[in-house]
C-alpha cells in the first residue's frame, strides 16, 4: 500500500485523536503493499484494529501473544479445516508455494508450515498458513492465480500481539470473492456503501454465517474502489477487519497518491470564542460528532480534492467548524458543526463542494446564524438584494443570514457574481 504523510494522519487522527504517527511509520506502510513483503503489526498498532481472540470449538483462533506456548498451538499444530482439508494434492500444492514465498521473509521460518485452512472458492481453491519463525510465527493467505496457488501478502506475528492481522482476502480477477476466517467471534458485513442526500453515510450489515472455519462471500467487483465493509460486533472503527487485496484496489500499480491540499482558514473573531487560534492548532472535528459521514469499517482513498477547515464564531456566540469528507472518487461533502460554551460539536448542515466553480463552498446555517461561503485565493464581498456591495473578506467567511449574493474575485481579476438567497 502507498499512503502519504497526510492519509497516515488522517487516519490517525480519525483511529486516535491523541496519538501521532511513529518515526518509520509511513515506510512500513508502504512496504505492506508490495507482494511478498512481511508487514510488522506492531508498527501499526496504532492504526489497525487489535485481533482479539476467544477460544471457541472449531474455529480459527487468533489470540493475543504470539509469546505464549498456547498462541503457537491453536494456529500451528490443530489439523486442517475446510473442505479440502483432506485433498493432499492440494495441501501439497499450499506448502510448496508457502515454501517458494518465504524464502526472502525477513523473520526465517522454523519447523514445518501447518496449513489452517485449506477450501474451495468462487474463484479457485484458497488456503490460510501459519508457521513458526524466529521471533514468533509468519501467516498469511495462498490464493488461487492462473499459474497455481501463490502466496500473498505476509504478516508477522510477533511477542508483542497480533495487531493487523488480516482475517480476510478478495479473490479472484474481478476481486468479487470474499473469503473471511472464524476467529470465533460474531462479524458482520456490508456489500454496497450508499450516501444519503444529506451526505451521511447508508450502510446496511448482516451477520457472516461461518461453516468449518470460514465463509465465503460473492460480492460487488471491487475493481476501483472498495464498497465493502467488514467488522467485528459491534460494527465501529476498532473492529474493522483488515482485508487482503485491497491496496491493489486503493492504489493501483503500487504508485503514490498525491497528498490532497489541506486548506485552513480563521474567521475573524473566532480566537475569541475558540481561546486560541484553532487552525494554529489543526483542530479537526471529534469523530463522534462526524459520525454519520465517516465509513468507518471502510477503507478508502482520496481523489486530491482539497480537505477545508473554516473556523469561526456565530452571532450566537457558538464556535463554528466547517470541515470536508471525502472518499474515493466521490464528491466532497461539506460538514458544517457548532458548539456552546462547554458543550461538544454537532453537525447542523451539509452540502458538496464543486471545487471547479469560482465558490466552491456556500453552506446556509440553521438558525439564521449565516451563510459561509469559501473560495481559496479569492476576494469576497456580499450584498443584500440590491443594496451596496460590502466587503468580506478573503478566502473565506460567514455572511449575514440576510445575504442575497456574493461577489467572487479571483487570483487572476476575474469577477463572479454567485447566488446565495434561500
Known sequence: MTMNDSDVRGILHRATDDLVSPPGLLAEVRRGG???????????????????????????????????????SLLLDEPTRGDLAADEGYLRQVRTAWQRGTEQ???????????????????????YVAQRSVHGMTTGFVKPTADGPRVGTLTQVTDTGTDGVEQAVLLGPQRDVLLVLDSGQPVEFSPQLRYAPDGKI???????????????LSVPPQRTKLTIALSR????????????????VLFPGNKDRPAPP??????????????????????????????????TAGAHTHDGSPRLWVYGATPDGRRLLLETVQYDDEPSHVIALLAGKYLPFEAVASTTADWSAPLPVRLRLP????????????????????????????NAALLPATATDVRVTDANGTTTNVSVAP
Open 34 to 72: 508490495r507482494r511478498r513483503v512481511v508487514r510488522r503489526r506492531a508498527v501499526l498498532a496504532a492504526v489497525c484494529a487489535a485481533v482479539v481472540a476467544v477460544p471457541v470449538a472449531g474455529v480459527l483462533d487468533l489470540p493475543g501473544n504470539a509469546g505464549d506456548p498456547q498462541f503457537a
Open 202 to 216: 447508508e450502510r446496511t450489515f448482516e451477520p457472516v454465517a461461518f461453516r468449518d472455519g470460514a465463509a465465503v
Open 262 to 295: 489541506l486548506i485552513r482558514y480563521t474567521l475573524p473573531g473566532a480566537e475569541q470564542v475558540w481561546g486560541m487560534d484553532p487552525a494554529a492548532k489543526e483542530v479537526i472535528a471529534p469523530t463522534e460528532a462526524l459520525a454519520g459521514y465517516l465509513d
Open 105 to 127: 521473509a525477513d523473520d526465517r521460518p522454523r519447523g514445518e508450515p501447518n496449513v489452517v485452512w485449506a477450501g474451495r472458492t468462487p474463484a479457485g481453491p484458497a488456503a
Open 367 to 394: 438558525d439564521n446564524q449565516g451563510v459561509l461561503v469559501a473560495a481559496e485565493g479569492s476576494a469576497l464581498s456580499y450584498r443584500v438584494g440590491d443594496g451596496q456591495w460590502q466587503d468580506a473578506g478573503r
Open 233 to 248: 460486533t459491534p460494527v465501529e472503527q476498532r473492529n474493522a477487519m483488515l482485508i487482503e487485496g485491497t491496496s491493489e
